[in-house]
């Protein structure tokens, strides 16, 4: 089945320890890209990756790093988790615009952060 | 600069047609999406419409573009409850690497 995985689901954490949550996509994908969702302001990106060891900021990068070794995975790090990134975070991949134009995002589960 | 809105919650009956609506600024969208997300899961996408277009249809769904007011809508038709979820609208700028940019939702709640 094609898919975007994410893990862990469920973290709880406190604050200044380092936490990882991966991103695997079984697609071929290009362009993969981290969220997060927050009452009220929608999805604003972290990160996102137009392809192998090319990554680039987004709206909210502050306090986050990522790294795109493999073209399947898309690691996002908090190396100084502090409680203002509690949140939602979603990993969402997609083929590039290609033929279409279209940038169509297939989206991971979600994992649910929470420092304190 | 980029900026997404959509109204926050709306109600309606079920059988009846739900419309979703969503303003965004920049002028040079190139695309325009919707969104889904059920509780507990990620977004799914349920339709985009190409910034030269005015209107596209799939099955229940309708998609109307206004480029001149920089409004979009969904309208669902014979709402059901399954499509109580929140609704996203985004927005992806060819200029911008083709990022998107997401409104902040709108909870549908469909009523029996």
């Known amino acids: ?41 929608g999805l604003r990106q972290i990160y996102y990756s137009m392809n192998v060891e090319v990554t680039d900021k987004g709206d909210v990068p502050e306090g986050y790093k990522v790294s795109r070794k ?21 990993c969402a991949s997609s083929p590039g615009t290609g033929t279409t134009g279209a940038n169509v995002l297939t989206f991971g589960a979600g994992s649910r952060l929470t420092v304190l | 600069g980029e900026d997404v809105e959509q109204s926050l919650f709306l109600s309606v009956r079920e059988g ?35 910034s030269n277009m005015d209107m596209k249809q799939d099955q229940r769904l309708t998609v109307l573009l206004n ?31 083709n990022k998107l940019t997401f409104g902040g939702g709108t909870r549908v709640l469909v009523k029996p």
């Open chain 1, 70 to 90: 493999e073209k399947r995975n898309f690691p996002l790090i908090l190396e100084s988790p502090s409680p203002n990134q509690t949140s939602l975070y979603f």
């Open chain 2, 67 to 97: 480029k001149k007011d920089k409004h979009l809508s969904l309208r669902i038709a014979d709402t059901q409850t399954g499509d109580s979820a929140i609704y996203f609208c985004a927005e992806s700028l060819q200029a911008a690497g």
């Open chain 2, 16 to 50: 009846d047609s739900s419309v979703i609506n969503c303003t965004y600024t920049d002028s040079s969208s190139t695309y325009l999406y919707w969104y889904k997300q059920e509780p507990g899961a990620g977004l799914q996408l349920l339709t985009y419409i190409f």
């Open chain 1, 1 to 41: 089945e094609a898919q975007v995985t994410q893990n862990p689901r469920y973290l709880i954490t406190v604050t200044g320890k380092k936490l990882t949550v991966t991103c695997s996509q079984n697609m071929n994908h290009e362009y993969m890209s981290w969220y997060r969702q927050d009452p009220g302001l």
